[in-house]
């Protein structure tokens, strides 16, 4: 797997992307991930010495939200589109992706994406940061509640705000 990520002119992560050849998910795995995605965040703050950057609780909801609402539409921002076609990745970049799946990656990544070609060869996970939800789906505002929070304690963690 190849973590793709690219900073601004600020050192600010502007796209966090990967993409890999294989994907083999069974139900354990996913039910593993749900478990360490439930690290509340005291748990968090004295493992790290950090808060957490989600608000657990409602992270998890969105969560929730987004695997009921499955597959569903978003648009790519201008930045990951960007990023992913001067990657050369093996997916055809076009700007409306549908997402087959969602997980979290934790600090590193928050809620992340899963684009799965029709193809089916290669795949794009891209954190919801990234994307952009289209305002008639019934957790859009949830979407972009999660991504000022997210975009503002990222900048707060580098020094820039």
């Known amino acids: 797997m190849a973590w793709l990520q690219a ?15 294989a994907i083999s998910t069974t139900e354990e795995n996913r039910r593993k991930a749900e478990e360490r995605s439930g690290i509340i965040s005291d748990e968090w703050s004295r ?3 950090k808060p957490m950057l989600d608000k657990p609780e409602k992270t998890r ?21 960007a990023t992913l076609a001067a990657q050369q990745v093996a997916v055809a970049v076009k700007p409306r992706q549908i997402i087959s799946d969602v997980s979290y990656a934790g600090d590193e990544g928050g809620i992340i994406c899963h684009v799965l070609p029709e193809e089916g060869r290669d795949a794009i996970f891209i954190s919801l940061t990234h994307v952009r939800a289209h305002r008639s789906l019934p957790f859009a505002s949830a979407v972009i509640d999660y991504q000022k929070h997210r975009v503002k304690k990222l900048n707060k963690q580098q020094g820039m705000v």
């Open 7 to 21: 900073y601004t002119s600020q050192g600010a992560p502007e796209v966090s992307v990967a993409t890999t050849q």
């Open 47 to 49: 493992m790290f010495g």
């Open 61 to 81: 909801r969105l969560l929730a939200a987004l695997k009921a609402a499955l597959p569903f539409e978003v648009d790519l921002t201008a930045a990951a589109a």
